[in-house]
């Protein structure tokens, strides 16, 4: 993955080069990734995962592929969409400033696209948890027809008629057949490892950094009034919760329900993890609010009233002016620029 660049008309040495140009090397040409770049690890102070490498143990190049595939528009009906169009990484893998997913022939779904991180942890995926595995969750929205609008046979033809894609499995796999599993093993491997846990609050967890007095009053509110439902370290309880919000008249989305076929999961829908939140707007199940602010405003405001409206909800969550303040200053503590810059989850 090294690329050597060369500077002016003909080949110099770099050194050299560099004084004609005034230029250095780019600092952004990721290097080689090594074994220790691939290593699925548990942070400090979380639980164990819910998926277990050990039937798909990542490697070098079970990653690249996933990666390969991830940034892949091929994956969609037309070649125009891929995964990373809706999960774009300086937005920890979130459709930035977009209210709902963008997919095939401009057209946009009903939900807002959630960003990826830690999904090793998670039980269950989708706001409305139709998905129960990380191995299966890319199927949905390759098959969506408002999101990639493709048939799963359909990619592994034109995966099978590249010229790269039969190597990249063997080198992976250690043979060039290409079937569904092993498309979903490699993607498994690169989204499993987009681990979330180097923000300044996990600085502050391990002893690294110190909070300000508004962070530190803002977590203190968090853990009174908030963490109930986004459990630390985590920031979810990985569960479903009617939150309040009346539904869209236009869309009707009854959310667990529609999985479950159980009124007592109507507008129910699942709890994201707060961790990046700040950089992950706008929020809620169908992004109807572009600042967290408006969030804070949402809880302790005046809730929809509902049947299965969560009881720690009836009356909403009381919120003094200054603890919005000190809650918006310490959720912006959750936004982990490491892994939102690490070069290894780019687009190569």
């Given at each position: 993955?090294k690329?050597?660049?060369?500077?002016?008309?003909?080949?110099?040495?770099?050194?050299?080069?560099?004084?004609?140009?005034g230029?250095?090397?780019?600092?952004?040409?990721?290097?080689?990734?090594?074994?220790?770049?691939?290593?699925?690890?548990?942070?400090q102070?979380?639980?164990?995962?819910?998926?277990?490498?050990?039937?798909n143990?990542?490697?070098?190049?079970?990653?690249e592929?996933g990666?390969?595939?991830?940034y892949?528009?091929?994956?969609?009906?037309?070649?125009?969409?891929?995964?990373?169009s809706?999960?774009?990484?300086?937005?920890?893998f979130?459709?930035?400033?977009?209210?709902v997913?963008?997919?095939?022939?401009?057209?946009?779904?009903?939900?807002?696209a959630?960003?990826?991180?830690?999904?090793?942890?998670?039980?269950t995926?989708?706001?409305?948890g139709?998905?129960n595995?990380i191995e299966?969750?890319?199927l949905?929205?390759?098959?969506?027809?408002?999101?990639?609008?493709e048939?799963?046979?359909?990619?592994?033809?034109?995966?099978?008629?590249?010229?790269?894609?039969?190597?990249?499995f063997?080198?992976a796999?250690?043979?060039?057949?290409i079937?569904?599993?092993r498309?979903?093993?490699?993607?498994?491997?690169?989204?499993?490892?987009?681990?979330?846990?180097?923000?300044?609050?996990?600085?502050?967890?391990?002893?690294?950094?110190q909070?300000t007095?508004?962070e530190?009053?803002?977590?203190?509110?968090?853990?009174s009034?908030?963490?109930?439902?986004?459990?630390?370290?985590?920031?979810?309880?990985?569960?479903f919760?009617?939150?309040g919000?009346?539904?869209e008249?236009?869309?009707m989305?009854?959310?667990?329900?529609?999985i479950?076929?159980?009124?007592?999961?109507?507008?129910?829908?699942?709890?994201?993890?707060?961790?990046?939140?700040?950089?992950?707007?706008?929020?809620?199940?169908?992004?109807?609010?572009?600042t967290?602010?408006q969030?804070?405003?949402?809880y302790?405001?005046?809730?929809?009233?509902?049947?299965?409206?969560?009881p720690?909800?009836?009356?909403?969550?009381?919120?003094?002016a200054?603890?919005?303040?000190?809650?918006?200053?310490?959720?912006a503590?959750?936004t982990d620029?490491?892994?939102?810059?690490d070069?290894?989850?780019?687009?190569?």
């Open positions: 993955m690329k050597l660049l060369v500077y002016g008309v003909i080949a110099l040495p770099l050194s050299i080069a560099a004084v004609f140009t230029c250095s090397v780019d600092a952004e040409i990721p290097e080689e990734l090594t074994k220790e770049d691939v290593k699925f690890y548990v942070p102070g979380f639980p164990q995962p819910v998926y277990n490498f050990a039937a143990p990542v490697s070098i190049e079970g990653f592929l990666r390969k595939l991830f892949d528009p091929r994956l969609s009906r037309d070649n125009t969409i891929s995964c990373g809706c999960h774009m990484q300086s937005g920890a979130s459709h930035i400033e977009h209210r997913s963008h997919g095939i022939d401009g057209l946009t779904g009903t939900r807002n959630p960003g990826l991180w830690n999904l090793a942890w998670h039980q995926f989708m706001w409305d139709g998905i595995h299966s969750q890319p949905g929205p390759i098959a969506n027809p408002v999101e990639m609008d048939n799963i046979a359909n990619v592994l033809v034109k995966l099978r008629n590249d010229a790269n894609y039969p190597r990249m063997e080198a796999f250690g043979s060039d057949t079937t569904t599993q498309m979903m093993w490699a993607m498994t491997q690169f989204q499993g490892l987009m681990i979330s846990a180097n923000s300044k609050y996990d600085q502050v967890q391990r002893g690294e950094a909070f007095q508004a530190q009053s803002g977590l203190a509110t968090f853990r009034k908030c963490s109930s439902c986004h459990t630390e370290p985590l920031f979810t309880d990985d569960s919760h009617n939150n919000l009346p539904p008249p236009t869309v989305d009854a959310g667990r329900m529609r479950t076929n159980d009124p007592a999961d109507s507008l129910k829908f699942k709890t994201p993890s707060l961790r990046n939140i700040a950089i992950t707007g706008p929020y809620m199940h169908d992004g109807r609010f572009v967290l602010a969030c804070l405003n949402h302790s405001g005046t809730m929809y009233p509902s049947s299965t409206l969560d720690q909800l009836t009356s909403g969550i009381p919120l003094t200054q603890e919005k303040s000190d809650l918006l200053a310490f959720l503590t959750l620029y490491t892994f939102i810059q070069p290894k989850f780019k687009e190569q």
